[in-house]
């Protein structure tokens, strides 16, 4: 068993060096292929993580759709996957840290570098935990995988925002059909019209992506495959930092927020009411009570936000 496993991770070790090989002095390799296998060189170096890790990323981002309907489809009735990741396992290694608006917006506008690690408090899983941008970062728009892999999915599908290099160049080189690159301005105008439209925004961490955060997702509650797993024993995402709090003098019971809730955390009765173990803190509540009843207010117990302009500050 352990000589057959070592043939096929040397198998595959040849084949990439053969690739890169190949895509250095052939050709034959596209660019942004080749600069993603550089970049992934570099993190791991030549070794199993290597070929794991880019021949992963390499499938995740090529086949982005087909991924991850198998993933929300079909993977929960294959019983001997789920035990061979476990539940611990899947969220260790793909996970989401929920994002205000606000905080949301700062990653797009970010307008210094930054290279920050273990960021425990911040994604309170044990891979993915680092942080790396640089300043007035690459942005892509992408058709959304987990809405594809729904027989009806909300409108519109392109919502998902790949950050950063060398992600943004690999998805709209080899999905030019399905994704294109944006401008700051057209970014926030996304970010803007995804939170009008009650949708939350999501940053996403996953370890074949060079073992950190790579993109925005606005996620809706009816088709993303993050908040579905708000329902496993260990659930794949880690709340803003913040809470909901309402000012009962304020509220006028109309029930808008809960309605608007993507996580169910809020219930009427004579006033709004907020289940604190259920509340993420997206804010959503916040942005459709129209008599201002709602406040976002910071809760260590809830983690410490993923504002990356702090990050920056605390970086130099």
Same mark, same amino acid.
């Given at each position: 068993?352990?000589?057959?496993?070592?043939?096929?991770? @040397?198998?595959?070790?040849?084949?990439?060096?053969?690739?890169?090989?190949?895509?250095?002095?052939?050709?034959?390799?596209?660019?942004?292929?080749?600069?993603?296998?550089?970049?992934?060189?570099?993190?791991?170096? *030549?070794?199993?993580?290597?070929?794991?890790?880019?021949?992963?990323?390499?499938?995740?981002?090529?086949? @982005?759709?087909?991924?991850?309907?198998?993933?929300?489809?079909?993977?929960?009735?294959?019983?001997?996957?789920?035990?061979?990741?476990?539940?611990?396992?899947?969220?260790?290694?793909?996970?989401?840290?929920?994002?205000?608006?606000?905080?949301?917006?700062?990653?797009? @506008?970010?307008?210094? &570098?930054? &290279?920050?690690?273990?960021?425990?408090?911040?994604?309170?899983?044990?891979?993915?935990?680092?942080?790396? +941008?640089?300043?007035?970062?690459?942005?892509?728009?992408?058709?959304?995988?987990?809405?594809?892999?729904?027989?009806?999915?909300?409108?519109?599908?392109?919502?998902?925002?790949?950050?950063?290099?060398?992600?943004?160049?690999?998805?709209?080189?080899?999905?030019?059909?399905?994704?294109?690159? +944006?401008?700051?301005?057209?970014?926030?105008?996304?970010?803007?019209?995804?939170?009008?439209?009650?949708?939350?925004?999501?940053?996403?961490?996953? &370890?074949?992506?060079?073992?950190?955060?790579?993109?925005?997702?606005?996620?809706?509650?009816?088709?993303?495959?993050?908040?579905?797993?708000?329902?496993?024993?260990?659930?794949?995402?880690?709340?803003?930092?913040?809470?909901?709090?309402? &000012?009962?003098?304020?509220?006028?019971?109309?029930?808008?927020? !809960?309605?608007?809730?993507?996580?169910? !955390?809020?219930?009427?009765?004579?006033?709004?009411?907020?289940? *604190?173990?259920?509340?993420?803190?997206?804010?959503?509540? !916040?942005?459709?009570?129209?008599?201002?009843?709602?406040?976002?207010?910071?809760?260590? !117990?809830?983690?410490?936000?993923?504002?990356?302009?702090? +990050?920056?500050?605390?970086?130099?």
């Amino acid at each position: 068993m352990l000589r057959k496993l070592f043939r096929i991770v @040397t198998g595959a070790a040849a084949l990439l060096v053969g690739l890169w090989l190949l895509g250095e002095r052939g050709r034959l390799m596209r660019p942004s292929t080749l600069r993603t296998f550089k970049a992934y060189l570099e993190r791991y170096g *030549w070794g199993a993580s290597l070929v794991v890790n880019a021949l992963h990323a390499y499938v995740y981002g090529r086949w @982005t759709n087909q991924y991850i309907s198998f993933g929300i489809n079909y993977l929960p009735r294959i019983p001997v996957l789920n035990r061979l990741g476990g539940e611990r396992g899947w969220a260790d290694t793909y996970h989401g840290k929920v994002l205000t608006h606000e905080l949301a917006r700062k990653i797009v @506008t970010i307008d210094k &570098d930054i &290279d920050r690690r273990g960021l425990e408090q911040v994604v309170p899983y044990p891979v993915a935990r680092d942080l790396v +941008l640089n300043a007035s970062p690459d942005i892509a728009v992408y058709e959304c995988c987990c809405r594809h892999a729904r027989p009806n999915p909300c409108e519109p599908t392109r919502v998902c925002m790949v950050i950063g290099q060398p992600f943004v160049d690999f998805i709209t080189e080899h999905n030019p059909h399905s994704s294109q690159r +944006l401008i700051q301005a057209e970014a926030l105008a996304l970010l803007e019209a995804e939170h009008a439209r009650g949708h939350v925004h999501i940053a996403w961490f996953k &370890d074949a992506m060079l073992d950190r955060f790579y993109a925005i997702c606005n996620c809706c509650p009816c088709c993303c495959g993050g908040i579905g797993s708000m329902a496993n024993p260990v659930p794949a995402l880690a709340a803003s930092g913040y809470v909901a709090q309402v &000012d009962e003098t304020a509220c006028a019971a109309c029930e808008q927020c !809960a309605e608007a809730c993507p996580f169910d !955390a809020i219930h009427v009765n004579g006033a709004a009411a907020v289940d *604190w173990e259920k509340c993420m803190g997206c804010g959503i509540c !916040a942005s459709v009570c129209d008599n201002e009843a709602i406040t976002l207010a910071r809760d260590e !117990a809830k983690g410490v936000p993923l504002d990356v302009r702090m +990050l920056a500050d605390a970086g130099e």
